[in-house]
């Protein structure tokens, strides 16, 4: 594999984060020539603490941290022009969505310790343009662990819950958390990966404090045994 220069990714590409020179950059990989082209960044991206960026449902998708904001930014063409949204400084978590034109990040409380409350979810529904906030209260009351969550191909919003709660569902008109219909052992279960998008979105979960994982592409509903080969 060797390094090309800049350039938009593909639209079949895969987006992936590689060290280059010693510093942490997305590319994405031409498999035909093994070359891994670094992704053009937002032009605000200049100045963040952390960044990443991923693909999903809504093309590329940015995101950083910034000592006094945080920055979502999306892009159609692989990157070559973006359209992002600030928010205020704080502890923000993006969500990888597998539906077109929703977004969704989670602000928690912004304190130095690993359990944290989640204060409300921000979320789109129009690709960005505009961005309304969940109600104070609408989350879970106790501190969660594992943070973040997966927007499914519905536009729902699914999140680990804290220790006394399964899988946590947004309803559909992003007024409150309810329980996931179910998830194997019936206790609290965790997300710890997802990849793909729209109707090939996968999300890999387990229950907590087990090694078993299980695969789902409607997470919240349906789950079946992870096997490995």
């Known amino acids: ?95 990888y969505s597998g539906a077109k034109d929703v977004l969704a990040v989670l602000e928690y409380e912004d304190v130095n310790r690993q359990r944290l409350r989640l204060l409300w979810v921000w979320y789109s529904i129009d690709g960005s343009a505009t961005w309304a906030r969940t109600e104070e209260g609408s989350g879970p009351a106790d501190p969660i662990e594992n943070r973040g969550g997966v927007v499914r191909a519905d536009g729902r919003l699914v999140m680990s819950g804290p220790d ?18 179910w998830t194997p052992g019936g206790g609290r279960f965790e997300l710890i990966n997802t990849n793909g998008w729209g109707k090939s979105l996968t999300v890999i979960g387990r229950p907590a404090d087990s090694t078993s994982a299980y695969v789902s592409t409607t997470p919240g509903d349906d789950w079946m045994p992870l096997t490995v080969r």
Not at 57 to 85: P, Q
Not at 166 to 177: I, N, P, Q
């Open 1 to 95: 594999m060797r390094l090309g220069s800049e350039s938009p990714a593909p639209a079949d590409s895969s987006v992936v984060t590689a060290t280059i020179d010693h510093i942490w950059q997305s590319v994405w990989i031409d498999v035909t020539s093994a070359t891994a082209h670094p992704v053009p960044r937002p032009a605000d991206a200049a100045g963040a603490s952390d960044d990443s960026v991923w693909r999903d449902a809504n093309g590329l998708v940015w995101f950083g941290h910034f000592e006094d904001h945080n920055t979502i930014a999306t892009s159609k063409d692989g990157g070559a022009t973006w359209t992002s949204h600030s928010f205020a400084s704080g502890f923000f978590v993006p969500a």
């Open 164 to 181: 006394n709660a399964s899988l946590l569902v947004m309803d559909g008109d992003w007024r409150y958390f309810e329980p996931a219909a």
